[in-house]
């Protein structure tokens, strides 16, 4: 299922820098789009989600960025912890479908003190 | 914070052998997932369930898969025959409402391991 696709499996960044995770998808009946964070033997924690209808939301230091023509979407951590160190999911889901959702692949973010 | 709990954490069993993972969803939540990750892959949706029944499921989710809620607090996974390949990550999930203002939370998944 190729439908959602991090194409980064890993980022290493300085602490206090920014990190740009993103994300790519192909389904345009997605209606929202949602990042996790998984840290080892943990289930993933849900972080922060967009609209389709929308090309910003920010909570915080987390900021997800929506390019729908590209079928894009990007987050956005600033400035970046050591706590951050990670594994982040992009997932989708479309009310049509049942809400279940589409995960890509993950990006393993490493942030160096 | 409520959380998603889920038992075992690990359970070894035997291929041809009936499993059944536990899972308590949170309080008021009304939709529960089941979701799998097989090491290595992605997290892949098995199921979902709504109003006591199940409201969507994958291709993945044959007859040898069934979930149940028993009572008004547990969200089960059974699956009659086991196979090598269901060795996987199993997650659970669950959410108030449908959505990304909605999201899903999940547990802390049980690591199955069949040999």
């Known amino acids: 299922d190729q439908q959602v696709k991090q194409n980064s499996p890993s980022l290493s960044v300085q602490e206090g820098r920014i990190s740009i995770l993103n994300c790519d998808y192909t389904n345009s009946m997605f209606d929202y789009f949602l990042w996790y964070k998984k840290y080892p033997a943990e289930g993933p924690t849900f972080l922060i989600s967009i609209s389709s209808i929308k090309d910003k939301n920010e909570d915080g230091r987390f900021t997800v960025f929506l390019n729908k023509s590209a079928k894009h979407l990007s987050l956005h951590i600033v400035p970046s912890q050591p706590g951050d160190s990670a594994v982040y999911f992009c997932?989708?889901?479309?009310?049509?479908?049942?809400?279940?959702?589409?995960f890509g692949g993950g990006t393993r973010v490493l942030v160096k003190p | 914070e409520p959380e998603v709990t889920q038992t075992p954490s690990h359970q070894v069993t035997q291929m041809g052998q009936e499993v059944i993972l536990r899972c308590v969803p949170i309080?008021?939540?009304?939709?529960f997932y089941w979701y799998r990750q097989i090491l290595g892959q992605k997290v892949e949706f098995l199921v979902s369930?709504?109003?006591?029944?199940?409201?969507?499921k994958s291709e993945i989710f044959d007859d040898q898969f069934s979930v149940e809620r028993p009572d008004g607090s547990n969200f089960t996974l059974k699956i009659r025959s086991t196979k090598l390949e269901d060795s996987a990550m199993y997650f659970c999930?669950?959410?108030?409402?449908?959505?990304?203002?909605?999201?899903?939370?999940f547990g802390d998944g049980t690591r199955l391991s069949i040999l």
């Open positions: 997932a989708a889901s479309a009310v049509a479908a049942g809400n279940k959702l589409t």
């Open positions: 999930a669950s959410s108030y409402g449908q959505g990304g203002n909605q999201p899903q939370h």
């Open positions: 369930f709504y109003n006591n029944e199940i409201s969507e």
């Open positions: 309080s008021n939540h009304l939709y």
